[in-house]
């Protein structure tokens, strides 16, 4: 008979485990915690050996920088897009290159240009089964690229009050395309202005695209492009093709740059004279909140006139400020399609530089020139001109043209602007005291705005004396 202690003692009691058990059970809870380790260090390794495989040494990240800058093609000539406001230049400049050039929003609210609108295109030469066919689409199924040229277009605004923004534009151009829109009456008055800027700039090789022909009928179109011709024969133009054209559906697009490759050559540029680039723009591309270790060096735009830029060389930025000089070190080189290792004439350029970026922003630099170290003239204020008044004007304006002693007047120097007080003139000869330095060289052309009733025209250019 089991007593009531027993019974008690039974429920109570556990069964013993053996030793083997334990020790069992024990290993089992040893490897439960290894193996989750185990699963994270595997997938850590597994990240690192990935990471190892995309991320490329330094050797192979030089290769690859080598590689871009030998397969990246700098523009090798810069085209004007210039024409009376609302003609369509910066729509056309759209649907050649892709890219909309009013991003400011100034200009996307009032609906114009007001700054230099800059992008790059590249044309295609096509042997296809027709015949021989231009695009700015590399466009294989068509037929063989037998030819392709890389440009830049500069375009300009044609607003009254911005002249003298085109006119900074101007020094810039080795061809341009005067966009004028077929359903207005021809020329209008910032298309005679400038036509007369590529005159006094030295360019030669225009093409003319007769725009808007969508919303006019054949025998309109046929009206203005007579117009168009007589105009360009006053101005000595007159060999010029005109191409009907509509720049926001693509119309003749082809038979546009075909005129374009034809009729603008790539200019012949010496690389042995000492460099000398006009500053069109400058800017900072460091973002909010990087960090000072990290910060970039102020970027300069433009177009090198004469000479070439390399890495690691060092150009004199000019006329500088308060009369210093500011010489700093060129640490990169690209145009929009990527870096590159020489920068020579031709095309839009950025130079990346050693300056402080807060002087670079927001175009503080344009009108500078970057050159040589000691190959340019000292600056001054004080400038003898020879004057060339423009006959157009003076049928116009009479009188009004003329200059007068302490008139105010601006000048067009290369890309930079500057007002100057007329103290001394006989109409064919001028003196002129300016309000800023600024770098001239002798025989040079400048270009010369008077306020005439309110609005700065382009009168005459002249030549430093």
């Known amino acids: 008979m089991v007593t009531k202690k027993e019974k008690i003692n039974t429920v109570k009691k556990k069964p013993t485990k053996t030793k083997k058990e334990k020790t069992t059970k024990k290993s089992k809870e040893t490897k439960k915690v290894p193996l989750t380790e185990k699963k994270v260090r595997t997938k850590k390794e597994t990240t690192q050996k990935e990471e190892q495989k995309t991320t490329p040494t330094q050797q192979e990240q030089n290769t690859q920088t080598k590689t871009t800058c030998e397969n990246t093609h700098q523009p090798e000539i810069n085209i004007g897009l210039i024409g009376h406001v609302d003609h369509g230049k910066t729509s056309l400049t759209k649907t050649l ?62 607003h009254e009050t911005l002249m003298t923004t085109m006119l900074s534009g101007a020094a810039l151009m080795n061809g341009a395309i005067l966009v004028i829109a077929a359903n207005e009456k021809c020329p209008q008055p910032r298309t005679i202005e400038h036509l007369m800027a590529l005159k006094f700039a030295g360019v030669e090789k225009i093409v003319v695209a007769q725009n808007k022909v969508d919303l006019i009928t054949r025998e309109q179109a046929i009206e203005n492009y007579k117009s168009i011709k007589n105009f360009l024969k006053n101005y000595g133009y007159e060999n010029a093709p005109i191409i009907p054209v509509s720049a926001n559906f693509g119309t003749n697009l082809d038979l546009l740059i075909q005129a374009i490759e034809e009729h603008i050559p790539t200019k012949k540029y010496d690389s042995t004279l000492p460099t000398k680039m006009f500053i069109a723009r400058s800017f900072d591309i460091n973002k909010p909140g990087t960090k000072p270790n990290e910060l970039k060096g102020g970027i300069i735009g433009g177009s090198i006139s004469q000479g070439e830029i390399k890495i690691g060389d060092q150009i004199e930025l000019c006329p500088g400020f308060n009369g210093k000089k500011i010489i700093v070190k060129v640490t990169s080189l690209s145009t929009s399609t990527g870096p590159i290792n020489k920068a020579t004439p031709g095309g839009l350029i950025a130079v990346g530089t050693t300056l402080d970026p807060s002087i670079t922003q927001g175009d503080r630099l344009r009108g500078m020139i970057a050159a040589k170290v000691d190959s340019l003239p000292n600056p001054t204020k004080n400038i003898e001109l020879k004057l060339f008044l423009f006959d157009r004007m003076l049928e116009e304006l009479h009188e009004n043209i003329k200059l007068k002693t302490t008139e105010p007047i601006v000048l067009t120097i290369g890309t930079n602007t500057a007002v100057g007080i007329v103290t001394k003139t006989d109409n064919k000869t001028a003196t002129v005291v300016l309000k800023n330095e600024v770098i001239v060289e002798k025989h040079e052309k400048v270009a010369i705005s008077k306020n005439i009733n309110g609005q700065w025209r382009l009168i005459a250019y002249a030549e430093i004396a």
């Open 97 to 158: 290159t892709g890219k909309w050039c009013d991003s400011h929003s100034e200009e996307l609210k009032r609906g114009i240009s007001i700054r230099l609108g800059y992008a790059d295109a590249t044309f295609y030469k096509i042997k296809s089964p027709s015949g021989i066919i231009y695009s700015n689409k590399k466009e294989t199924e068509l037929g063989e690229i037998i030819g392709q040229r890389t440009i830049s277009i500069v375009d300009a605004p044609g």
